[in-house]
């Protein structure tokens, strides 16, 4: 039973953008704490970014490798949760994970590759 889906994984080179998205058939996004993880080739996995539900305020929390450059977001109305990638580096390259802890619902990752 799929449950999260992640998309708009791609090429891009160093310095530039991407925006993933993760799409949710089971949670209603706006009322739990998700999360972005990656996994770069041979690594483990390394936590991005967190944004907690309304109930939380919605905070925000970056891994420091990313704080400045990655930006965390909601859509309410689409039910759809976003990460925008701004400056990405060669070492951001890595499969990239839309998560709910909680409930251990991990999508299936979409690949992030930087490099000229």
Known sequence: EVQVVESGGGLVQPGGSLRLSCVSSEFILSTVTMNWVRQAPG???QWVARIGGTNRGSRKT????VKGRFTVSRDNVKNTLQLQMNDLKPED?????????????????TQVTVSS
């Open 93 to 109: 390259s890595a499969v990239y994970y839309c998560v709910h802890f909680t409930q251990g619902v991990w999508g299936q990752g």
């Open 43 to 45: 690594k483990g996995l």
């Open 62 to 65: 970056y891994a420091e490798s």
